[in-house]
């Protein structure tokens, strides 16, 4: 059963939108990163078109996660993939513990994620967002997901990436993660390519999971983990059985 | 990416009227008014979302005077008060009441994650 409706004025539904997050860097100092680029990619899962953001900072300058997520809305909504700033939506991205601390903001919004299995998910309050747009201010509550948690335990990106037949980017011979400010230098298209790869992932991830569970198994809510998602089957078959929650 | 940046909208006075007015219903009920102005560029689009209901203990309360003081606003364009707005029905009658109503928008910028974000400051008679 869908949303109850008070009367015909409430707001229009938005469309499902997952947005993959990724952020490559080099070592700089001792404890800290230089961060080389930001990659984002929006999803529209009803009409299952992408657009996807890659951002360099200014000489590693990190950038907010309001910030970057303002552009992939002004982006998106060039490239027709949404029609306006929606609501609410989910973050996704492979391994958030890593991604989601290179934002300049982190400090200010980690207390509203919770530590999941060693990574960071929402298990509580969404994040409540302000991203700025044509028509003004716009506060939208986003669920951050880790597909880590939505896979097999040790599930690499790249095997995420072959099952959805999008294969990660292999790194040429003789470059490394570890460096990958020379892979930018060297073959900056290539590096592109690769980069927009590892957020495209974990959005189009996110939606094949959900759709699944939704499909196969009814299960309508959005679940952080695989764990979560056999909770919520035996509550549905205990309804069904006639057992309380 | 320079091309990814907020339409520059100069602060100023524009003519222009309330187009569309829809809510959002939680706990609260939020109020989304959406004004079509007329400026130099052509036409543009300003959105507002105000908190206009929230029970008496909620800590948002408080915050529902200035979502209540623009529907006034609006309202006192058209001749009207927001207690004649409750005789006529209110909340189910507030989106006929507002719709359509034209008026004059002041807006200025907020510097927002280092866009400049236009904002309505107030609105008033045409």
Not at chain 1, 78 to 91: G, L, N, S
Request: aromatic share 8%; hydrophobic share 40%.
């Amino acid at each position: 059963m869908g949303r109850r409706k008070p009367y015909e004025f409430e707001a229009d539904p938005d469309p499902f939108v997952a947005i993959g997050v990724d952020a490559e860097w080099t070592y700089e100092a001792h404890g800290r990163n230089l961060i080389l680029s930001y990659q984002f990619a929006l999803l529209n899962g009803d009409s299952k078109a992408i657009t996807k953001l890659i951002i360099y900072p200014n000489k590693g300058e990190r950038i907010s996660i309001e910030h970057g997520l303002t552009k992939l809305m002004l982006k998106a909504r060039k490239e027709r993939v949404i029609a306006k700033v929606p609501d609410r939506f989910i973050i996704a991205g492979h391994f958030t513990r890593a991604d989601m601390t290179t934002f300049s903001d982190f400090s200010y919004f980690k207390r509203r994620l919770g530590a999941v299995r060693k990574t960071y998910a929402t298990t509580e309050i969404p994040l409540s967002l302000r991203l700025a747009s044509n028509e003004g201010p716009v506060r939208c509550s986003a669920m951050v997901i880790d597909t880590m948690l939505l896979a097999p335990a040790g599930t690499s990106l790249e095997a995420l990436g072959k099952l959805l037949g999008m294969p990660k980017v292999e790194l040429p011979a003789g470059y490394s993660k570890d460096r990958m400010d020379l892979f930018l230098r060297d073959h900056p298209e290539m590096f592109e390519e690769y980069a927009l790869r590892d957020a495209v992932i974990p959005a189009l991830w996110v939606a094949r999971v959900y759709g699944l569970l939704l499909e196969r198994l009814g299960i309508k809510k959005k679940v952080v983990t695989l764990g979560g998602a056999a909770v919520e089957m035996v509550k549905g078959q205990g309804t069904g059985e006639g057992m309380r929650n | 990416m320079s091309d990814l940046s907020i339409e520059e909208l100069p602060p100023g006075r524009y003519a222009g009227m309330v187009e569309k007015v829809r809510y959002t219903f939680t706990a609260t009920t939020k109020i989304v008014i959406t004004y079509k102005l007329e400026t130099p560029g052509g036409t543009r689009r300003l959105e507002e979302v105000f908190l206009i209901s929230a029970p008496p203990s909620s800590t948002f309360h408080y915050r529902t005077t200035t979502g209540l003081g623009r529907v006034a606003d609006i309202l006192r364009i058209r001749g009207m008060s927001l207690a004649e707005a409750q005789i006529a029905g209110g909340l189910k009658a507030l989106p006929g009441l507002l719709e359509d109503t034209t008026l004059g928008v002041i807006t200025r910028n907020q510097r927002l994650h280092g866009f400049d974000c236009p904002i309505v400051v107030r609105v008033e008679k045409p």
